[in-house]
């Protein structure tokens, strides 16, 4: 792997505490933990489900074989694309990622194949598409299953033939480029109904990866939540994560899976006035359904009423500082916060439909 640096790490506090020049107290569990120059998102594979996942993914990125990733949104599907291009021979040639939800049926051609100078209004110049620009590399096509259906069949020509023509073009050209799909619907489900080609699919999946939802592989929660804190602590001291909040973390069903995880991490940030972060600084855009319980301690439902009753009595507390406070920066240091955070919370509060008295700023 050319661009993938492999770390016998363990969590991303070990190197934060290797960074500040602190020694680590314990030695943690032994994890990988790889990192990607060319993106900002990180590689986190602590837990053996998610482990187990990556080594399939670089032993299948050794061959040529296409590759159909599956797994639910925000689980990080597009990483795990990388993962597989890093892996491979290919790893110095260009990764080009295309989201095929997100382009008309149009464009699509254009987008895919390219076109002729002349070939519409506007064409005042060839353009080479996406599988010229990843010549000798990696196509990721994501969501897939989006694919507009009258260009499947000639995507399907492509992968068939290793040719392309462009729009308004004679001549084919000959392509050299590894296919990494991915898609959270269900494709079966999807060719009953007469939405994707059956054949197009087997083209596609030659090698299927399914890619955990990351309440499947909670050993890879602190470690990811620890990178995020990273990430977003631009011009603040990174904090570290309480014992009460990495057991809500890891408590905490995931929905939104790695997406959501960082939107809790950035929040977690903002909310955080010392250095470590407690359940409170925690907001999540669901409550918690069911748990994978640490240690047998805690059961979900009374997950779910702490955190509930936590935000009301501190929205009391709030509306309370504020009614006898003459500005907003006297109610903050009534509440201990920064006027910052208060300003946040309350920001919060009106969202949420709460009356919030008015004061001055200052």
């Not at 890093?86 to 939800?101: G, L, M, T, Y």
Request: glycine share 6%; proline share 5%; with cysteine.
């Amino acid at each position: 792997m050319s661009k993938l640096k492999l770390l016998e790490a363990v969590t991303m506090q070990q190197r934060l505490n290797k960074a500040s020049n602190q020694k680590p107290e314990t030695r943690l569990e032994q994890a990988k933990v790889e990192e990607d120059t060319s993106t900002d998102q990180p590689f986190v594979f602590v837990d053996p489900v998610s482990a187990k996942v990556f080594n399939l993914a670089c032993k299948v990125g050794l061959t040529n074989m296409p590759v159909l990733i599956t797994g639910p949104t925000g689980a990080g599907k597009e990483i795990m694309a990388r993962v597989v291009h890093e892996s491979s021979v290919r790893a110095d040639k260009p990764f080009i990622a295309i989201n095929c939800s997100a382009i008309t049926p149009s464009l699509a051609e254009d987008l895919l194949f390219g076109h002729e100078r002349g070939a519409f209004t506007g064409a005042n110049g060839p353009h080479a598409g996406c599988f010229e620009q990843a010549e000798g590399g990696t196509l990721f096509l994501d969501e897939i299953g989006e694919m507009p259906l009258e260009l499947q069949p000639k995507l399907l020509r492509v992968l068939q033939e290793k040719k392309l023509t462009r729009i308004g073009g004679k001549r084919e050209i000959a392509i050299d480029v590894r296919i990494v799909a991915a898609t959270n619907a269900n494709m079966h489900e999807d060719i009953q109904q007469g939405l994707f080609r059956e054949d197009l699919y087997y083209r596609l999946s030659a090698f299927n990866l399914q890619l955990p939802a990351l309440s499947d592989r909670p050993l890879d929660i602190k470690a990811l939540a620890l990178l995020m804190l990273q990430k977003h602590a631009v011009a603040q001291e990174v904090p570290e994560i309480s014992k009460e909040a990495l057991h809500v973390l890891l408590s905490h069903h995931w929905p939104g899976n790695v997406r959501e995880l960082e939107n809790v991490m950035a929040r977690a940030l903002l909310l955080c006035d010392g250095a470590i972060i407690t359940p409170n600084e925690l907001m999540f855009d669901q409550p918690s359904e069911h748990v994978t319980p640490a240690h047998g301690s805690v059961t979900s439902q009374v997950v779910g009423t702490l955190q509930e009753s936590a935000r009301e009595v501190e929205c009391k507390q709030i509306i309370e500082a504020m009614r006898v406070s003459h500005c907003r920066g006297d109610a903050a240091t009534r509440l201990g916060i920064s006027e910052r955070t208060l300003r946040y919370k309350l920001q919060r509060m009106r969202q949420a439909g709460m009356e919030v008295p008015k004061v001055y700023s200052r």
